[in-house]
Structure formats: C-alpha cells, structure tokens
C-alpha cells in the first residue's frame, strides 16, 4: 500500500512534470495564431471552443475517473494532450487551430482533478487524520516553480531562435512536446491504485463506465443540496471571467504595447515566469495564513485582491505598471488556489470527490469561454485595458460566495 508520505512525493514529482511543459508554451498559444495571421477575435473563439468541450465533457470525465481509476484516465489525457499539442504546432488555417483547441479541451477535461483525487484518497486511506492540505499547498508551490521555469527556459529558446526561416516560437513547442511525453510516461509509472480498480479490465471496466452517469448525477445532487459547495463553486463564475484578463488579454496588450508579437513573447517568458514564481510563494503562504485567519478568510482576501489586480494591469498605460500588476495578481492567485481547493475537499468524500473537481474546472471553463466571446469584441471595439478592467472588476465580486464558507469554519 502506498504511503501518505509517498503518494505527497508522487504528486509533487507529477505536478511538476505536468506543468513544466505549460510553462514552456505560457502565452505562446495566443500569439502563435496571431503570428500566422489570425484576429484577436479569431484567437477568442478558438479560446471558447477549447472552453465549451471542456463545459461539455468535465463532469462525464469526472465521473468517468471515480468509476474506473484515477490512472487510466490520466493516461488517456497525456495521450491528448501529446495529440493537440502537435496539432497546435502544425496549424496554418483557423479551422486547424480550432481542431486543435478542441483536442486540447478534451484533454483538460481529463486531466483537471484526477491526480488531486488519486493523492488525496491514497493518502486518506493510508492515514485518516493526514493534513491534505499542507500537499495541497507544497503542490500549488512546486506548479508555480515548474511554470516559471518553464517560461523562463521558453524566453531563452524565443531569443536564442537557431533556426532561421522559422518562427521563433517553435521550439518551446518542441520542449514541451518532450516534457508531456517524460510526464506520460511517470504517470504510468507511479501512480497506483487499489486492487480492484487494477483488475478491471473487459466487462468489468465496461461496468465501471456505465457507473459513470449515475456518479454525475450524485455530484450534481449533492452541489444542490450543500449550499456551501455550490457557492464555492460558483466563485469560479466570477474568476472564469478574471483569468480571461491574464491569460488571453495580458499577451495581446503586451504585443501591442511592445509593437510584435516575437518582442511580447520575449518579455512574457521572464515575466511569466517571475509570475509563477510569486505563485508558488502565494501558494506556500496561503498554508501560514490559512492556519491563522483560517482558510476561508484567506479564500476571501486572496480572490477579492487578485481581482482588484486585473482591474490595475487594464488601467495600467505602459509595459511596465503591466508587467508589475500581473505579477502581483498572480502571487495572490496562488494564495487562493490551494485554499479554494481544501474547501472543495472538505465537502467531498471518496466516492465523489473527482466529480467534485470536476464540476469546479467545469463552471470555470464554461464561464471563462463565455467571457471570452464578450471581452474579445469588447477588446476589439474599444482596447484591451477595457476589456480587461471590466473582467477584473467581474471577478472581484465572487469574493463574496466564500462567506458561508466562513461561517461553517467559524462554526
């Protein structure tokens, strides 16, 4: 049987390995497409649709992995992830760049939560009392870590460019490719699950599938009828429509104020990942001061401050205050992950804590493709400081769905 302590190691190891790769291509998938001569408009329906087939496949995935193991949908997602990213790299026309969001949707669908899920029940079941929590925390510290570094090496690969008569923004790509592939292949390696998931295998595994709907329909009972999880859940209304401000906006207004898209993705690297590098500090604080006001307070603070941040990068007129205001967002958008995470796993059990997860990554996926089809003409027909003050201003306001939260940790 797996030990806490080494199902922690195992979820560091993999987190790591999981979110280097993203931080090699960190931004890079906005300003390919616009590279090759597509709009910002285009690049935010491209974002939607990546976004509704995650809407659309969140919960079955979900559900999909309480039935038949957290490992094997883990390693069907590294085999998609693999697929879109090579898909992404070869895009010429709008529609391929659409496949390839598409695949990259699916793939994010099964990837969101699985692993969170395997570490906590492995854990749980090795020690009942273990602070999950805490590796919670270390994990949101080592994503950070992995993300910065990885953008820092992808600025070094844009700026070094060896190959000329290409884009310079191609061989992040091929690191990445190489990092997802090491990732697959630890996967398969070290997570382990129970005897019984282990041996489902022809109609037993096929048995398991079809548990798959009715552990959907659980999930959604029980957010109806825990007031708490659903408004948890429904912070990701609000911030879905935050991250829009730094994740799509942030590159596109960086290219604009630099005048290139090649000149943005040399600035975005180091500070992408200077970013991740104060997210990993938030995330490692959020454990301290969530021990002394008490996660949800720290929920509460962290949100309503990331918010106010996104509304600063919109009003900021030059790289620089841009540059400042996204790295202070970020550090707070780590202190708020791992709490916002803790609170999901206080109101889940085994039986459904993927589907849990999974229906979080859903409402904020869904929210975020929907914000993007407003703020992308909005950005269009007026400037991306606009759009992206209004998606901030959007976002500080879930702030206030963590106070049941709060009174249930008070109480």
């Not at 998931?197 to 709907?213: F, H, V």
């Amino acid at each position: 049987m797996t030990t806490a302590r080494t199902a922690e190691r195992r979820l560091l190891l993999l987190t790591c390995t999981r979110w280097l790769p993203t931080g090699l291509v960190f931004g890079l998938t906005v300003l390919l497409p616009l590279q090759r001569g597509l709009s910002l408009a285009d690049v935010g329906a491209m974002v939607a649709t990546q976004g509704f087939v995650v809407l659309a496949l969140e919960l079955p995935s979900g559900g999909l992995a309480d039935a038949v193991g957290r490992r094997p949908v883990l390693l069907l997602a590294g085999v998609l992830g693999v697929a879109s990213t090579l898909v992404l790299v070869l895009a010429q026309q709008a529609w391929v760049f659409v496949v390839a969001l598409a695949l990259q949707g699916v793939y994010r669908a099964l990837d969101s939560g699985p692993l969170e899920a395997w570490f906590v029940d492995t854990a749980l079941a090795d020690d009942p009392s273990t602070p999950v929590e805490r590796a919670l925390s270390r994990a949101g510290t080592v994503l950070g870590a992995a993300i910065a570094v990885g953008a820092l090496v992808s600025a070094g690969l844009v700026a070094w460019h060896p190959v000329a008569g290409s884009s310079a923004l191609l061989l992040p790509f091929g690191a990445a490719l190489a990092g997802m592939l090491v990732h697959l292949v630890l996967t398969a390696v070290l997570v382990t699950e129970a005897p019984h998931r282990e041996r489902a295998r022809g109609a037993a595994l096929l048995a398991s599938t079809r548990q798959a709907p009715r552990l959907v329909v659980d999930g959604v009972r029980l957010l109806r009828a825990d007031r708490v999880l659903r408004c948890v859940v429904l912070v990701e209304v609000f911030w879905g429509v935050g991250m829009i401000g730094f994740e799509t906006l942030m590159p596109a207004r960086l290219a604009e104020q630099l005048g290139g898209v090649e000149r943005a993705a040399v600035v975005l690297g180091p500070a992408a990942a200077g970013a991740w590098g104060l997210y990993a500090v938030g995330a490692g604080a959020a454990g301290l001061v969530g021990r002394r006001l008490g996660v949800a307070w720290t929920a509460v603070g962290a949100r309503l401050a990331c918010g106010l941040l996104v509304v600063v990068m919109g009003l900021a007129t030059g790289p620089v205050g841009l540059v400042v205001a996204y790295l202070a967002a970020y550090t707070l958008h780590g202190a708020n992950n791992p709490v916002h995470a803790t609170l999901l796993h206080r109101r889940a059990s085994a039986g459904n804590r993927a589907t849990v997860l999974s229906i979080n990554s859903m409402v904020s996926g869904g929210c975020y493709s929907l914000g993007v089809l407003v703020l992308g003409p909005l950005a269009a027909a007026t400037s991306t400081g606009v759009a992206t003050v209004v998606a901030g201003a959007f976002s500080a306001l879930g702030a206030a769905l963590y106070l049941p939260a709060v009174r249930t940790e008070q109480r």
